[in-house]
């Protein structure tokens, strides 16, 4: 008699099934703790349940307003500033400018809500990746229904090729394995089984649990669904996403605080100097145009525009790298990064089992080539081996080969198998002596097989040979190797002693001490009335041993050695066993003097100890998405930069804290990948080192900018002060200024605009991956950084004023010598443009012509200035006059002075830091 549901359900609170450990109970306890049957719910059951604990989705919480996204970019304070300047100028009726900057607001501020309107996309993402149908008991009947409408109780099937669409405890396996690698980290399809786990384990080893999102990759199950929507592994990561705030970049950090200081210290300049103005004779209306037009040069409206165009331009060259930007602030990011935080599997590894080592015939064999690239050679004692006339190596390919149903195949000039990896390790070391698979196993008919089960843990074919019946089995290695009496040996088979037994168990334990997955290969000859049972267990003949391994990727190695040079620590995070990872990790040159840690091992420290420790592990294991997430936050906490890579559903809330996410592109998931700032198209890590330098050099090439423009309006407004504050000293009388409003603006686009825009894209120094990172607490206004400014700055002002002076005492009109004034200071800002290509290296050696847009750049404000200059239609605007040879010879000989100061300060720079 059946249980009444509806009582049940009223009694047993199932929101506590994400916290009890389902591993540990029997099946059966679980399918009574559930209030369910081994025949599935009831329809009206699973109806009640379904409008009590919500469908099994993963709810959009607390969803942020577009609106709200795009308002939110404007309360930057350079913002603010600039959209007061432009209803200011529109008021005074300065049009041009008021259109210009705002332009340049509606730039910046869109590209922040592109960026952080796509962000928000990663829970649609883990949505998408639900299984749309489920396979159910229902009423004793099986029913597909949408995977929304699973609820805790409900009895699934589980076949070859389903997502699992809930989390859920396995009641019957059937050969049944899953690929976990997006959840856990682990490279070899799992092996599910019914029987409870004691202990408090890691998910990666809760064999007997089905987890959501996971895919099934072999064999048929039946599992009771013990958590749905965010109360499953799956949700709880994306619950997480949504509680990990972004951490601001570097560059944003230091952005933001000389924005405000800029602006306040400009505001407050302006302001002062334009009431002295009107104390000292001028018009109140023409101060507040000037003080306007003054306080518009001073502050970098185009900052927000030329960092944008800096980015997107090494973004375009990271693009041709093989890594693509999804968040633009994240190119400076990886510049300053001092720790990369990476998973293993599929990112420093192929993905790709491959088989390294072969024992036969008392040898080792040693295999190269990686991956499913049918190219390689076979070594014996650093010998060749000629496979073409070696017995015992066909025997071994025969032997394996015929116990198998994967295939290889190439797709597009790409290698692929479809089947299990372990397998096709085994098909393409054949192929590599250059035996094919199809053509070995349609020599002779197969009879039958005994598919591989996490009990018998080996796969068994029969096949009817022109001497008789023929079992082949390949399998775990201890398995094989009991069931082995003989030894193929010298071409014949031998008796297999317990002396040859011990010798082959210590081959397998150092090959499994080197991180290999150890399978043998035997086979036996059979009755013609062979019957399966039992006498395979026996009698077998041993041909070898097979070490396989999810291989690093070759060019891995070279790229962390990069990342040692450029100051940058790289720790392994994986999901895998700690053996594996540790032989990995040694072999990359990851793990040298440090520590390799377990999931477990970390939880039973206390948050201090590991707080204490963590900058001394190198290698973390079995670790769960909270672990992970775990120590980006420990390793930020110590003022590390940090990026994490990674591919899988696991990685995300990780990366998505980390100072920079990075995804894999090919095998990475969408949610990942939304998560992420970078994706590398090509899932090669090697692609970060070129990332990391087209970050130090863009961040370089912003500070360049930033040096150059902010000299050129510190020398602007001290300029301008000189004259008002402290005229008479220099012989200039009251009510008379060195610039009017519109030579300021003029001034401002001249510096603000192309020249600007060239250094940006300086071409990056010699020797940058040989720096070592920046300090996050590090200001882009470091000490030799102000003091380059503030001299150059204070001297932009000592040129040009001189200039005024003399031109006024020397008989020059207001008009002429504010000109001469006008032409100086534009002069002095173009060879300063030059100077600002490094603030440490003479120009003598840097040369000029290395940048040719900068070169352009002056040259096409050369032109402007020329026109402005004698174009008489151009002429009354801009208080300018046809300016003879020897005015210009005043001018650009007072200009090029600050070529001469500069590579001064650079010298006295050099012999100091060498000191």
């Known amino acids: 008699m059946k249980k009444s549901y509806k009582q049940a359900s009223t009694k047993h609170d199932i929101t506590e099934q994400n916290i009890r450990p389902w591993h540990n109970l029997a099946s059966s306890d679980v399918v009574a703790a559930l209030d369910s049957n081994p025949n599935g719910l009831s329809q ?129 396996s059937q050969n049944l394995r899953t ?94 100097l334009a009431v002295m103005g009107i104390f000292r004779g001028h018009e109140p209306l023409e101060m507040l145009i000037w003080g306007v037009s003054l306080a518009v040069a001073a502050v970098p409206e185009a900052l927000p525009a030329v ?52 024992y036969i015939n008392g040898r080792i064999i040693d295999i190269t080539g990686v991956g499913y690239e049918p190219e390689g050679s076979f070594y014996h004692d650093k010998k060749r081996v000629d496979h073409t006339k070696d017995a015992e190596l066909f025997k071994f390919f025969q032997s394996t080969n015929l116990c198998t149903d994967t295939k290889l195949y190439k797709d597009e000039d790409i290698w692929k198998i479809k089947g299990d990896p372990t397998e096709g390790a085994f098909i393409v070391a054949a192929r590599k002596a250059g035996l094919e698979t199809d053509r070995i196993c349609s020599v002779n008919p197969r009879i039958t097989e005994i598919p591989f089960t996490s009990e018998t843990k080996r796969m068994v074919t029969i096949y009817k040979e022109p001497k008789g019946i023929v079992a082949y089995s390949n399998g775990a290695a201890e398995v094989i190797l009991n069931s082995c009496d003989f030894i193929y040996r010298d071409g014949r088979e031998e008796q297999l002693d317990s002396n040859e037994k011990s010798k082959i168990t210590e081959v397998i334990h150092e090959m499994a001490g080197e991180a290999l997955r150890v399978l043998a290969a035997a086979y036996k000859r059979l009755p013609d009335d062979f019957k399966s049972d039992g006498s395979l267990d026996k009698g077998m003949v041993l041909v070898g041993l097979g070490g396989m391994i999810d291989p690093p990727r070759p060019e891995v190695k070279h790229s962390i050695q990069i990342c040692h040079q450029a100051g940058i620590k790289t720790v392994m995070i994986t999901g895998d066993h700690k053996l594996t990872a540790v032989a990995i990790a040694k072999e990359l040159g990851i793990l040298k003097h440090g ?77 990942t ?105 590090e200001t882009i206004f470091t000490r030799p950084v102000i003091s380059y400014m503030l001299l150059i700055g204070i001297w932009t002002c000592i040129a040009p004023l001189t200039v005024f002076a003399w031109a006024l005492n020397f008989g020059k009109s207001l008009i002429e010598a504010q000109c001469l004034c006008f032409v100086t200071l534009i002069t002095i800002q173009f060879f300063n443009a030059f100077n600002c290509r490094s603030l440490d290296k003479s120009l003598f050696n840097l040369g000029v012509r290395q940048n040719r847009w900068l070169i352009a750049a002056v040259f096409w404000e050369l032109c402007l200035l020329l026109l402005v200059v004698y174009w008489p239609v151009l002429q009354s605007s801009f208080h300018t006059y046809a300016l003879d040879g020897i005015d210009w010879a005043i001018a650009v000989a007072s200009a090029s002075t600050v070529f001469l100061i500069a590579e001064l300060y650079k010298l006295i720079y050099r012999k100091s830091t060498l000191k």
């Open 44 to 172: 009206e059951e699973a109806t009640i349940r379904l409008e009590k604990y919500g469908s099994n989705e993963l709810a959009d919480e607390g969803k942020i307003s577009t609106w709200l996204l795009l308002i939110e970019q404007f309360k930057n304070i350079l913002i603010i500033i600039l959209l007061i300047a432009v209803i200011i100028s529109a008021f005074l009726g300065e049009i041009n400018d008021a259109i210009v900057i705002f332009i340049i607001i509606l730039f910046a501020a869109g590209l922040g809500f592109i960026q952080e309107y796509r962000a928000e996309r990663a829970i649609q993402a883990l949505k998408k990746m639900a299984a749309p149908l489920a396979s159910v008991l229902r009423d004793g009947e099986e029913i597909d229904v949408p995977s929304a409408e699973i609820v805790p109780g409900d009895i699934i099937i589980i076949r070859t090729g389903d997502r699992v669409p809930a989390d859920a405890r396995i009641l019957e």
């Open 179 to 272: 690929d976990e690698a997006a959840l856990t980290g682990e490279s070899v399809a799992v092996d599910k089984s019914e029987t409870a786990i004691p202990g408090d384990v890691q998910i990666g080893d809760r064999l007997n649990m089905a987890l959501m999102g996971t895919v099934a990759v072999y064999g048929r199950g039946k599992a009771v669904v013990v958590g749905t929507g965010k109360n499953t592994v799956f949700g709880s990561i994306a619950t997480m996403l949504r509680e990990v705030k972004a951490e601001k970049t570097p560059l944003q950090v230091n952005l933001d605080k000389m924005g405000k200081w800029i602006a306040i210290g400009a505001l407050t300049l302006c302001f002062v």
């Open 307 to 358: 960092v944008t165009i800096s980015l997107a331009i090494g973004v375009n060259r990271m693009v041709k790298k093989h890594a693509l930007i999804r968040k633009l602030p994240a190119v400076e990011t990886l510049g300053c990064t001092t720790i990369i935080c990476s998973d293993k599997t599929g990112t420093m590894t192929q993905d790709e089992m491959t088989l390294k080592k072969i």
């Open 595 to 671: 520590l390799a840690l377990t999931g477990n091992e970390i939880d039973k420290i206390s948050p201090e100890e590991f707080e204490e420790m963590v900058e001394r592990i190198e290698v973390y294991a079995r670790v769960s998405p909270e672990h992970k997430l775990r120590v980006v936050e420990a390793l930020a906490r110590h003022g590390h930069v940090v990026a994490m890579t990674g591919d899988g559903i696991n990685d995300a809330p990780a990366l998505k804290k980390a100072d920079i996410g990075v995804a894999m592109g090919i095998k990475g998931t969408d949610v």
């Open 673 to 777: 990948k939304e998560a992420a700032e970078m994706i590398l198209t090509d899932d090669n890590f090697a692609s970060i080192v070129a990332a990391v330098e087209e970050g130090r050099a863009i961040f370089g090439n912003i500070k360049k900018y930033l040096v150059y423009l902010l000299s050129c309006n510190i020398g602007e407004i001290l300029l301008m002060a000189a004259v008002i504050l402290a005229g008479p000293l220099f012989g200039i009388g009251a009510g008379i200024i060195p610039l009017v409003a519109i030579q300021i603006l003029y001034v401002n686009l001249a510096t603000d605009g192309l020249p600007a825009l060239a250094l940006s894209v300086d071409p990056r120094s010699k020797g940058i991956m040989k720096e070592k990172p920046r300090p996050r607490q």
